[in-house]
């Protein structure tokens, strides 16, 4: 089955989050750190981290999934989310590795 790519913006609850977390935020951005990983190392995350916009801080992620399913369970289950919310974007891979 081919892949399906996306790229993912996680909006943070504030434009300041990324220099005045809270200890408890802190904690699940830990949590949500921890939870990638995995898939970060099988290959379904091709990268993920912080963009250090000058308006404000926000995460990205390049995912690629069997299905936009899976890629809604993912992100259903991430410490993060309901803390700071998603956009998700359907993306082609015009260039890719492999």
């Known amino acids: ?3 399906q790519y996306f790229f993912l913006k996680l909006n943070p609850p504030r434009p300041t989050f990324g220099t005045d977390m809270t200890f408890d935020e802190r904690l699940i951005m ?5 939870y ?3 898939y970060v190392n099988d290959g379904t995350i091709i990268v993920q981290g912080p963009v250090f916009d ?3 801080i926000y995460g ?3 995912a690629a999934v069997d299905s936009k399913e899976y890629l809604d ?3 259903a289950n991430d410490p993060a989310n309901g803390m700071s919310n998603y956009e998700i974007y359907q993306m082609s891979a015009a260039l890719k590795q492999g």
């Open 73 to 75: 369970h993912l992100i």
């Open 1 to 3: 089955m081919n892949k």
């Open 54 to 56: 000058p308006n404000g």
């Open 60 to 62: 990205i992620a390049v």
């Open 36 to 38: 990638w990983l995995p």
């Open 30 to 34: 830990e949590e949500h750190i921890a």
